[in-house]
């Protein structure tokens, strides 16, 4: 897999784990990724096995909200539509 360097904005990944930051490669806990989602609320997914993985999900994420920035701004300005009946 190719490296994927995080840009300023992008989001984070982390464990919720007891261990040091320095052990999580070798850590069985899952990833955990936090950003800010078309709406620019902040979402958090959980469930990436690997740094690799954490880091290209948080790019995927990047990439379909820098890609539809009205759909962006139409959700901020008028928020999720709810139905109800």
């Known amino acids: 897999m190719a490296t994927i ?3 300023r904005g992008m989001g984070s990944f ?3 784990c007891e261990h040091p930051e320095s052990r999580w490669p070798r850590c069985p ?3 955990k ?3 800010r ?3 620019g609320r902040q979402a958090e997914e959980s469930g990436s096995s690997t740094q690799g993985k954490a880091k290209a999900r948080l790019a995927e994420t990047h990439q379909a909200r820098k890609n539809n920035p009205h759909k962006a701004e139409r959700i901020q300005k008028y928020s999720p539509t709810q139905f109800k009946q």
């Open 29 to 31: 806990h899952e990833y």
């Open 37 to 39: 989602n078309a709406a």
């Open 33 to 35: 990724i936090r950003y």
């Open 14 to 16: 982390f464990k919720e």
């Open 5 to 7: 360097n995080l840009v």
